[in-house]
């Protein structure tokens, strides 16, 4: 059965009960500037390719690059604000998480949510369990980021404590 990918602004909170296995959602673009990518790697990954253009120019990259974990974070904001679950989603890990291109300066980022399984959660009645991937494309459909991944989200209608 074919489902059709919906681009999403902000809607009402969604829940695990609005879902259904093959639902595909894409994110609103957003935008990485250089000043947002050069801070992120002064915080967290430190490296000279994410940090300093000059410097960049002269590595394996031949210019400046987001850290891999800043595209994940600006990865993760998209499906968020993209799917939006009333009470957030918890993440229970990532089983698989690539690179396969590096992000740029300038680069316009979007998120591909595809909701691959899906299943009440055993031991939290008020709550669901999706298996999902996230594909992150830049504005030339590179994709930069893949990632599989499970997460609980809350029910509608369903009290926590059963």
């Known amino acids: 059965m074919a489902h059709q990918c919906v681009s999403f602004g902000q809607m009402n909170e969604r829940y695990f009960d609005d879902l259904k296995r093959g639902d595909r959602f894409k994110s609103e673009p957003l935008r990485v500037t250089e000043k947002e990518l050069i801070e992120f790697a002064h915080r967290f990954d430190p490296q000279m390719f994410h940090l300093s253009r000059r410097r960049a120019e002269r590595s394996i990259f031949k210019g400046l690059i987001a850290s891999g974990w800043h595209t994940a974070a600006m990865s993760m904001r998209l499906f968020v604000q993209t799917l939006n679950f009333a009470e957030g989603a918890i993440g229970l890990g990532v089983d698989e998480l690539r690179w396969p291109n590096a992000v740029r300066p300038g680069d316009v980022l979007t998120v591909e949510t595809n909701i691959l399984k899906m299943r009440p959660s055993k031991s939290r009645p008020g709550h669901g369990i999706i298996r999902l991937r996230n594909v992150t494309t830049n ?18 209608g369903v009290r926590a404590n059963g």
């Open 139 to 156: 504005q030339r459909g590179e994709v930069v980021q893949k990632m599989l991944a499970s997460a609980m989200v809350p029910r509608r």
